[in-house]
């Protein structure tokens, strides 16, 4: 008797891998949602404004945006691409494309349900961190031209930071506060 093929070729689950490839959740609830908003930083949380892992940075500084996960990926090779040259540099994703986009067909007549899932995105206000370059120390020239190179690819402008960058609220640089003088009168509380 031969053998089988299946017993000399490896198995391989095909199952739900069409788009891992790309920057893609493992597992969500519903396919299709809502559009949604950019949020609009109000509160004066400067959250995720600063880098946190590399020490090079870009941050956007103009409008909010929608990425998708092709255009992250898009700019995190050309940043891998040019940073390859310095040994055990890292690349740092400060954002995640989690929400789906479902599109219709042009010309399609009104009604019939919502279209069907195109690609994932992620929606990123004023202000945020997106990629950061760390690992090994890298010159700066290199890491700026690194990383303009990847705002080039990306819809927005963008502004390079380090780690001594002031944290931003919106479009608003916050300067760090300064101790308040605290007097030492006393005061008095009559009952």
Not at 58 to 80: D, P, S, Y
Not at 128 to 156: S, Y
Request: net charge positive; aromatic share 6%; hydrophobic share 35%.
């Amino acid at each position: 008797m031969w053998p089988t093929t299946s017993l000399l070729l490896p198995r391989i689950q095909l199952g739900g891998v069409r788009f891992r490839s790309q920057l893609a959740p493992r597992q969500i609830q519903n396919v299709k949602r809502h559009k949604g908003r950019i949020p609009i930083p109000t509160g004066g949380s400067t959250r995720g404004t600063t880098l946190a892992f590399g020490d090079w940075g870009i941050r956007i500084k103009g409008m909010g945006v929608r990425f998708t996960a092709k255009q992250l990926m898009t700019a995190e090779e050309v940043i891998k691409r040019n940073i390859k040259v310095v040994k055990g540099a890292k690349v740092h994703l400060r954002v995640f494309p989690d929400i789906p986009v479902c599109i219709k067909g042009n010309e399609t007549r009104m009604g019939k349900g919502k279209g069907t899932f195109e690609f994932w995105a992620t929606r990123v206000p004023t202000g945020r961190v997106i990629f950061e370059i760390g690992g090994t120390p890298i010159r700066e020239e290199l890491a700026r031209e690194a990383l303009r190179q990847a705002a080039d690819k990306l819809p927005t402008t963008f502004e390079f930071i380090t780690r001594q960058s002031l944290p931003r609220l919106g479009n608003m640089v916050v300067q760090p506060s300064s101790s308040p003088t605290t007097s030492t009168a006393t005061v008095a509380y009559s009952s």
